[in-house]
């Protein structure tokens, strides 16, 4: 069964810096894809980035970047120029891509300090 | 906002009872998925509807169904429940269901006394 790991429960990052979030998976497969979904207080899931496996190229979507090591399996997020509205709960989730599920880490817990 | 309604957004209700969860996807969306989040077992899928027929199942406890309507709204019903169904339930939606993104609704927020 396929598995996500999130090695840092909470997280915290000054405004305007830099933080990189952590996630490592465990598949077989070769076909799958690999999410960051952002959750705020308003328990909203959102879907921050996505990355397909057989992509090498990492996606980036303005000031959120991955660095996908397909070798490793490992998958990290890095947000540039923290905001105050980063502020959530961040769960990098896994889909196989012969399936519909999506498979959650246990999330890591983003403060933003002023 | 995510175009996926949820009703109703919180919900108490006794041990041993029933209770339907309504979930209405984006306009245009065949897919429907249920996900539970609870403290213990984190964010977890139950089940997965598209177009009407079941495509694929998670987790889903026999005390727990689910549907999607010919108007593609689905509903969750939970039964016998119990305390440890307390949880957050969220439903996504999503146009074809195979590789691409799920929206997902605001959650209805369960708890069981």
């Known amino acids: 069964a396929q598995t996500v790991t999130q090695s840092q429960p909470e997280m915290s990052v000054q405004e305007a810096e830099t933080v990189t979030l952590s996630c490592t998976y465990d598949?077989?497969?070769?076909?799958?894809?690999l999410f960051w979904y952002k959750q705020p207080p308003s328990r909203q899931m959102i879907l921050v980035i996505r990355?397909?496996?057989?992509?090498?190229q990492n996606a980036t979507e303005n000031r959120f970047s991955v660095n996908f090591q397909k070798a490793a399996k490992s998958f990290s997020l890095k947000i540039s120029d923290s905001q105050l509205g980063d502020a959530a709960m961040y769960f990098c989730?896994?889909?196989?891509?012969?399936?519909?599920?999506?498979?959650f880490g246990k999330g890591t817990l983003l403060t933003v300090n002023p | 906002d995510s175009g996926v309604t949820q009703t109703p957004k919180h919900l108490i209700t006794a041990t041993g009872q029933r209770v339907t969860l309504r979930c209405s996807p984006r306009?245009?969306?065949?897919?429907v998925y249920w996900y539970q989040q609870s403290l213990d077992q984190g964010l977890q899928f139950l089940i997965q509807?598209?177009?009407?027929?079941?495509?694929a199942k998670g987790n889903i406890l026999e005390r727990f169904s689910a549907q999607q309507f010919p108007d593609l709204h689905s509903e969750l019903n939970l039964s016998s429940l119990e305390l440890g169904d307390s949880a957050l339930y969220f439903c996504?939606?999503?146009?074809?269901?195979?590789?691409?993104?799920?929206?997902f609704g605001q959650g209805t927020r369960l708890t069981v006394v």
């Open positions: 509807y598209y177009n009407g027929e079941e495509r």
């Open positions: 306009s245009g969306d065949l897919s």
């Open positions: 989730a896994y889909m196989l891509g012969s399936n519909y599920k999506l498979t």
């Open positions: 990355q397909e496996a057989y992509k090498q």
């Open positions: 598949t077989s497969e070769s076909d799958y894809y």
């Open positions: 996504a939606s999503s146009f074809s269901g195979l590789n691409t993104e799920a929206f």
